[in-house]
């Protein structure tokens, strides 16, 4: 079972998203995802795995606020953990360095993207639960 896990980003009541690449290995290519992504091994934890992520993709550090939710998504086999991410810095588009493009959403316009699963799990769950604190 892989391992991953996801970064939760809000800024003003909206969600941080990444358009994912749009390549065939890529899981859930070419949908709005959370940015992060897999552990490397085993050694490596969930948290060390989310800094290395958000440094690969965007080139921040991260200050970790709360882990907020863990879960297997089953379509995909990957147990994924939920980080609240406070970044060190600015989040700007010219330091994407994975996937298409990324934007600020609130929740009523991200139930009309072409989400991946990561975010569907994501609310899914937390719809039950005021994340308006976030």
Known sequence: MKIGSKAIIVNNGKYLLQLRD???NILAANRWGFFGGSLLNRKETPESCMKRELKEELSIKCD????IYECLHTPSGHYIHFFYIKPNKKITKD???EGQDFGWFRQDQIKKLK???DV????DYFLNYNVSKL
């Open 120 to 123: 569907e799990v994501f609310f």
């Open 64 to 67: 970790f606020l709360m882990k």
């Open 95 to 97: 330091k994407l360095n």
């Open 22 to 24: 749009n390549k065939k």
């Open 115 to 117: 989400i991946a699963g």
